[in-house]
């Protein structure tokens, strides 16, 4: 039974996730202006990353519910500060700078950056 809550949600996820980046990149290039040098693979970041975070999220809810989704959260608001997307890291208090390295979000900030900047891919594989 468990296992049917774990799976069986992912098939609506699906298509919020694919949404979700559609909208995103839309919103990107249409009304704010910015152009990826890569389109199709920032889309293809775009749904990895909304594909993982929406898979971490709903993993720890099914395994702790309620207490996994207050977990989720709390994550999502450290990675906010120390994922280095609105400052450089260099300019962040100790504490960021520790726990930097070690976040998901730090990852696809950077995947955001080289789809949408660089035609190097090294970092993504």
């Known amino acids: 039974m468990q296992c049917q809550g774990l799976y069986g949600g992912y098939r609506s996820l699906a298509f919020v996730l694919f949404f979700q980046a559609v909208i995103m990149i839309g919103i990107m290039v249409s009304l704010v202006g910015l152009e990826p ?5 920032t889309f293809l970041v775009a749904i990895v990353t909304s ?10 809810s099914v395994l702790l519910g309620n207490v996994g989704r207050f977990v989720m959260l709390i994550l999502m608001t450290i990675q906010l500060g120390g994922a280095a997307g609105t400052f450089p890291i260099e300019l962040l208090n100790s504490f960021f700078q520790a726990v930097h390295p070690y976040l998901p979000m730090t990852h696809s900030v ?3 950056r080289e789809g949408g900047n ?4 090294n970092g993504l594989v």
């Open 110 to 112: 950077n995947a955001f």
């Open 51 to 60: 594909f993982a975070f929406m898979s971490m999220v709903h993993f720890f």
């Open 37 to 41: 040098v890569d389109t199709p693979r």
């Open 118 to 121: 660089s035609h190097r891919w």
